[in-house]
């Protein structure tokens, strides 16, 4: 018998942001996550489909696994159901602790790896398009900009690095341009 909790339950339907895939719901509800935490991955996941869906449109011959970038972007951040204090100051700790708790649940590693790898697209070793797709998101829903991110993701996209640059930039400009009405909507949830 599940627990209701109407701060998490609000913050898993509310506003007009895409809902989550129903197992990432599902498991935010089964872990009872801190509500602003549920909040934020329903704003990185909605920028993460408008991203996606922007990407496809335009570059029909990308080759990327949407689902899974919508996944990583709904769960990205589920370590911090361990390592609460990491939802209101900077830390790691959460990464590797969110895609472990993933796998213990039976999530694939292909889908939980997005835990461990949201947060370092600079890492020695080559990130997918989906893993900096994710990390995007992560950055772009409160209207952050990081170029060197921006600039691997540009890389992917094929043509001239110059278009691929300002296409990317013109998409990004347009989803930041609602990061207050996210940061608003995430900030209106407890952190417990």
Excluded at 2 to 27: F, Y
Excluded at 69 to 87: S, Y
Excluded at 129 to 143: T, Y
């Amino acid at each position: 018998m599940r627990v209701t909790n109407p701060a998490l339950d609000r913050a898993l339907t509310d506003s007009g942001l895409r809902p989550l895939p129903p197992a990432a719901t599902e498991l935010l509800q089964s872990l009872q996550a801190p509500p602003r935490l549920a909040a934020h991955l329903r704003a990185v996941h909605d920028v993460a489909w408008l991203l996606t869906d922007r990407l496809g449109r335009a570059r029909p011959e990308l080759d990327f696994d949407t689902t899974a970038v919508l996944f990583g972007a709904a769960t990205h951040d589920i370590g911090k159901v361990i390592h609460g204090e990491e939802l209101a100051v900077p830390g790691n700790r959460h990464e590797a602790a969110g895609r472990d708790l993933l796998i213990s649940y039976g999530v694939p590693w292909h889908l939980a790896r997005f835990a461990g790898t949201h947060g370092s697209w600079d890492a020695e070793e080559e990130r997918t398009l989906e893993d900096l797709l994710v990390s995007l998101a992560d950055k772009v829903w409160k209207g952050a900009r990081v170029p060197s991110l921006e600039d691997q993701v540009a890389g992917h996209l094929g043509g001239p690095p110059w278009e691929s640059f300002m296409f990317l930039d013109d998409v990004i400009q347009e989803l930041a341009g609602a990061a207050d009405s996210r940061l608003a909507f995430q900030s209106a949830f407890p952190v417990r």
